[in-house]
């Protein structure tokens, strides 16, 4: 899948926080926070459903950042003249202007002037108006990791975690806490936010050394032990996990926002606006992402990015020395799937295209559920079935990794996600599956969910590939599920047949197999 060209036609910026539960003491409680459904955010920064949104309150560094490499040229704020890119949006229901302009980086005034507005309150459900995006600043170009280091892809396939976590004598070898019930080291968590949000581990590594010191310091400062990815945003926040996943999500914000031209703008802590430069790639807009949200300013993120390098050379070395390139093969075509439940049963299309994890990324899920009605998160009796012939490569909270090339790593070759598959009838890891063979229960297992329902997704290479890429379409049966507007809006076709995403039990999103 080839990466389209950047339209500065095309310009959202999608910034959003995952929920975590309360965790207490050294050894902390966790619940797996929701992949599906983030955390409300305040009124003061709450968007209209689906539009771009920029928020965020004050974030300290836990460290000073220290100077760049020798010989590195000290990077200088660059101002980039105001308006340099404009777009079109168009109103929803709820907007106002003053959160129009906060989207972009703009002003009231500056929106008025562009549409001859007279008044502030002239928006209605439906109008188009020409936004310009005014950028404080222009970000550095240099690329620091090739886009395979970001995702759990092929070039993880010879990494051990546990053992590299077990070379530093750090907090985190030495660490632990309970995440949604089970114990788990701080490798353990390490590798499952690999998995689920399939983010590349050194990378996760790197960061966390940067930020916490978690590798090389048995001892942290209490704010680093708490807040070891630098995200102060309140109770709830404070633990490995909480702090990980926030930090996957915001470097697939920012590598999918690349890749999928939806991002051009990050934001520091101080609301000055950074806009990308067009030499960049996915992998370090990811990382300038991240680092963005976790910084007070822009001279400081200069200074953030230099520290990620140095940290991340010191850890291990030249990273396009682990380079896999292309990342997404030259002719790579999509399996060929089949819907995941019994022959001759009848269930809901209930979610269309979404993330398959977290909150950000390509919108490379959908949900079905089961003609059970009223059952809320009892796990159903009906079976969800393997879309395809493969390898199950994990098995446990919910969620089941399918490797259909079979080499038992999810992160090369094309892998399917089935979610929210109950404990009880799970099918096993190591267990080679066929068409229609049993996968597990639709439940509420492995996130937050309100019904038991089946999110079925997809990778390739660990990239989440959407649903209806023009290129690798996820079809199943034969039907082509086709993004809305929003996450979870849109469709499903076959043959001139089309239904719609629902949360109901009807004919408009009914599905036979």
């Not at 926080?17 to 050294?26: K, R």
């Not at 990077?75 to 777009?87: G, I």
């Not at 892809?153 to 976590?165: H, L, N, R, T, W």
């Not at 822009?298 to 682990?322: C, I, S």
Request: hydrophobic content about 40%.
């Amino acid at each position: 899948m080839p990466k389209p060209s950047r339209t500065r036609a095309r310009i959202t910026a999608l910034i959003v926080t995952l929920a975590a539960l309360l965790m207490v003491g050294c050894r902390r409680e966790v619940v797996i926070p929701p992949y599906e459904t983030p955390t409300p955010i305040p009124e003061s920064v709450q968007f209209s459903e689906g539009s771009p949104m920029h928020g965020g309150g004050p974030r300290t560094t836990l460290q000073p950042a220290p100077t760049a490499l020798p010989g590195t040229p000290t990077a200088t704020p660059t101002r980039v003249p105001p308006e340099t890119t404009a777009t079109e949006y168009m109103v929803r229901a709820g907007d106002t202007l003053l959160r129009i302009a906060a989207l972009y980086g703009t002003t009231v005034e500056s929106l008025m002037r562009l549409n001859g507005l007279a008044s502030a309150d002239q928006l209605q459900a439906g109008q188009t108006l020409q936004v310009s995006m005014d950028a404080d600043y222009m970000g550095p170009g240099e690329v620091l990791i090739p886009d395979s280091e970001l995702v759990y892809g092929p070039g993880y396939k010879d990494f051990d975690i546990a053992a590299e976590v077990a070379r530093h004598p750090g907090l985190l070898s030495q660490y632990s806490e309970a995440v949604n019930g089970q114990e788990l080291t701080g490798a353990q968590i390490v590798t499952l936010i690999a998995e689920q949000y399939s983010v590349g581990p050194r990378v996760l590594l790197a960061l966390l050394e940067q930020r916490g010191g978690w590798l090389s310091n048995p001892d942290p400062p209490p704010e680093a032990r708490l807040y070891p990815m630098g995200y102060q945003l309140g109770a709830y926040w404070d633990g490995l996990y909480p702090q990980l996943s926030q930090a996957a999500n915001a470097l697939n914000t920012g590598f999918y926002g690349w890749w999928l031209d939806t991002l051009w703008l990050v934001q520091p802590a101080n609301g000055s606006f950074i806009q990308y430069s067009t030499d960049l790639n996915a992998g370090t807009a990811g990382v300038q992402k991240l680092l963005a949200d976790t910084t007070a300013d822009y001279e400081t993120w200069l200074a953030d990015l230099d520290r990620f390098r140095e940290v991340y050379q010191t850890l291990y070395g030249d990273p396009f020395a682990h380079a896999v390139e292309p990342l997404i093969p030259v002719g790579a075509t999509a399996p060929d799937l089949v819907l995941p439940w019994a022959e001759a049963e009848t269930w809901y299309y209930t979610g269309g295209p979404h993330p398959g994890w977290g909150t950000q990324g390509a919108f490379s899920a959908v949900d079905f559920v089961t003609d059970e009605r009223n059952i809320g998160c009892a796990p159903s009796q009906r079976w969800v079935t393997a879309a395809a012939p493969g390898l199950v490569v994990m098995s446990e909270d919910g969620m089941v990794l399918q490797d259909l090339d079979a080499d038992g790593f999810a992160g090369t070759g094309w892998v399917l996600i089935y979610m929210h598959m109950a404990t009880q009838g799970r099918v096993s890891e190591n267990t080679h599956l066929q068409v229609g063979d049993p996968v597990g229960h639709p439940s509420c297992e492995g996130g937050v969910s309100d019904a038991s329902h089946l999110h079925f997704a997809r990778r390739l290479n660990g990239v989440w590939i959407a649903t209806d890429d023009p290129e690798l379409p996820m079809t199943l049966s034969g039907w082509l599920p086709i993004s809305g507007e929003n996450a979870y809006d849109g469709t499903l076709s076959r043959d001139g047949q089309i239904l719609t995403a629902c949360e109901c039990w009807d004919a408009i999103n009914a599905v036979r197999h």
